[in-house]
């Protein structure tokens, strides 16, 4: 069966950078677009980036633009988070999700599969 399993969380101090990982199986990984959504205590879920089936493009969410890098390596089936100058205000469980039809944008039903998730902590 499908499963996406993330890595790479913790803690770390403001300022600081932690680069998260989704490792996929079950399914042909270059097919889906994949996509990293978080969701904060007493929060909804929300979006914050995904990436097309190559790799070529890439769309944020405007509250990390220009801090988080999204990529992925299709040999390995892994999708990558590169988080740069955490804020408090990103502590989260970040989930990755994959759609198979590959034009998912930044709505959660437009996804087929979720991780479990990985907790990152982001101390001031």
């Known amino acids: 069966q499908v499963q996406l399993v993330e890595s790479g969380g913790g803690l770390v101090q403001a300022g600081g950078s932690l680069r998260l990982s989704c490792a996929a199986s079950g399914l042909t990984f270059s097919r889906y677009r994949m996509g990293w959504f978080r969701q904060a205590p007493g929060k909804e879920r929300e979006f914050v980036a995904t990436?097309?089936?190559?790799?070529?493009?890439?769309y944020y969410a405007d509250s990390v633009k220009g801090r988080f890098t999204i990529s992925r390596d299709n040999a390995k089936n892994t999708v990558y988070l590169q988080m740069n100058d955490l804020k408090p205000e990103d502590t989260a469980v970040y989930y990755c999700?994959?759609?198979?039809?590959?034009?998912?944008?930044?709505?959660?039903?437009?996804?087929?599969?979720w991780g479990q998730g990985t907790q990152v902590t982001v101390s001031s």
């Open positions: 990436i097309n089936r190559n790799g070529a493009v890439t």
């Open positions: 999700a994959a759609d198979l039809w590959g034009a998912a944008g930044p709505e959660e039903y437009e996804y087929d599969y």
